[in-house]
């Protein structure tokens, strides 16, 4: 009887521990509920503040804007009111000029007259004939043209009452508030040295014209643009490993001008090391970040490797073309020569002394598009390595027999990507191989490549 209590308190105390780690469980995922509603409520009320500041602002610099066009047109039409009278006054002023010149003349004739005929009889006769001339002389019929009220200007101004109608149509259609942007951060792919960041829309009835990618830093620095394009997915380079970076994307619809609201802000990092390309090679000068390579004029010939064997399988080792940070072709920025012995692939180990990655313990593809496996061509061939090609390896694990470090068969199913094309093949190496060189070689110069 005993030995049933005992197994019975057992059975109720380890019901009694489960039940209490299950309420455990339900308070942390509670906790953790809150702590989302929390930040739902901080993201909203955040981003109401924002947007409270945005449109004052916006409003405030419209109306200024508005009465400093309003009192320029009020200027330009003042100043026209201005010319139009000057210039209409003018003659009237010149014409009024001459008909008082006429009266004084008018004046003194009178007066001469006057004195002429109530004059001396002794003098009367002089007088007489003097004044007789004179007034012959001034023409008393010639008198100056006035013109009537209807023959000079009438100033008005012309008002058209619709202007305030427009204006107020479109000051109420003037602007909108979006409770969410129409598309949104989606997912954040690691690669060496860079993330591939994919954004996708949310909003059904919006039809995207371009996107617009963001990104900073840390919350100091200003965000600045990465990409505009119609893609909905972009590679971001030159990131620094173990960095949290922020982005944002927006939208254009089509046939509009103006960019969506941004997306919520989101975190992305990488931990992969950048591949960079060995230095101290003669044939080959290399950028500031040694990503990229320049087969240059030296007559030195032979196979340019990376610094450390940094593609490891399941990634995808991409040789790319970059233009003032963005993507804007792939591969081959310039092109030279092509030669057969031409190389740029995937080996097991750095060689020395080689002239090409067409030998064993390497895969690669040949500018003129043929492939090789450890120094044999293929029979199937991809199109030929140009200006604006992308040449892109993948490969993945298929173990054949033990697997040491002293040896035994090791098999990597690899694909290669070029121009819309690919080859897959079965690469068998004589050991297992955690990670892998990459490399190229061109015997003329003028060949130039990114790699990522």
């Known amino acids: 009887m005993e030995a049933a209590a005992e197994a019975e ?8 521990r489960e039940s209490i780690e299950a309420a455990r469980s ?28 945005v449109l004052e602002q916006h409003f405030s610099d419209l109306k200024g804007t508005l009465k400093k066009l309003l009192d320029e047109r009020l200027t330009s039409l003042l100043q026209e009111v201005d010319v139009i009278e000057q210039e209409s006054i003018k003659p009237l002023d010149e014409c009024q000029k001459l008909i008082e010149h006429g009266v004084s003349t008018a004046d003194d004739l009178l ?10 009889v002794g003098q009367q006769n002089e007088k007489l004939c003097n004044f007789t001339k004179k007034a012959l002389h001034i023409q008393l019929d010639s008198l100056p043209e006035v013109p009537s009220l209807v023959d000079v200007p009438c100033l008005s101004a012309q008002l058209d009452d619709c202007l305030l109608t427009i204006l107020k149509n479109q000051i109420f259609r003037h602007g909108t508030v979006a409770s969410r942007p129409p598309v949104q951060l989606e997912e954040f792919v690691e690669k060496p040295g860079g993330i591939l960041v994919r954004w996708c829309k949310v909003d059904e009835d919006f039809i995207p014209q371009d996107y617009r990618l963001q990104y900073r830093k840390s919350a100091a620095s200003p965000f600045e643009d990465v990409y505009v394009g119609s893609e909905s997915e972009f590679m971001v380079l030159h990131i620094d490993p173990h960095v949290d970076y922020q982005f944002r994307v927006c939208a254009r619809g089509d046939g509009r001008q103006e960019w969506s609201p941004w997306s919520v802000p989101q975190i992305g990092r990488t931990t992969l090391v950048p591949h960079e390309w060995t230095t101290g090679l003669e044939g080959y000068s290399l950028s500031s970040r040694r990503n990229i390579a320049l087969r240059n004029d030296s007559q030195s010939c032979g196979v340019l490797y990376s610094k450390a064997p940094t593609y490891f399988c399941g990634q995808t080792l991409t040789f790319r073309q970059v233009l003032f940070g963005w993507l804007v072709q792939p591969l081959i920025e310039t092109v030279g ?11 097991a180990e750095q060689r020395n002394g080689d002239d090409s990655l067409q030998r064993d313990q390497a895969v690669c593809i040949s500018t003129n598009g043929a492939v090789f496996v450890n120094g044999k061509e293929m029979t199937n061939q991809l199109p030929a390595v140009t200006s604006g ?64």
């Open 9 to 16: 308190v057992r059975l109720l105390l380890q019901e009694a």
């Open 111 to 120: 007066r001469e007259g006057e004195s002429a005929v109530n004059g001396d």
């Open 26 to 53: 339900y308070r942390r995922e509670l906790q953790q509920r809150l702590r989302g509603l929390h930040q739902a409520r901080e993201q909203i009320k955040d981003s109401a503040t924002l947007t409270r500041d």
């Open 337 to 347: 020569q092509p030669d057969r012995r031409d190389s740029l692939g995937v080996c």
């Open 389 to 452: 090609s992308t040449v892109t390896f993948d490969m993945e694990v298929v173990q054949l027999g033990p697997c040491s470090n002293e040896g035994g068969n090791f098999k990597l199913r690899v694909t290669i990507s070029s121009n819309n094309r690919e080859v897959v093949f079965d690469w068998v190496l004589d050991q297992c191989c955690g990670s892998l060189y990459f490399g190229c070689s061109f015997s003329y110069p003028g060949w130039k490549v990114l790699v990522f």
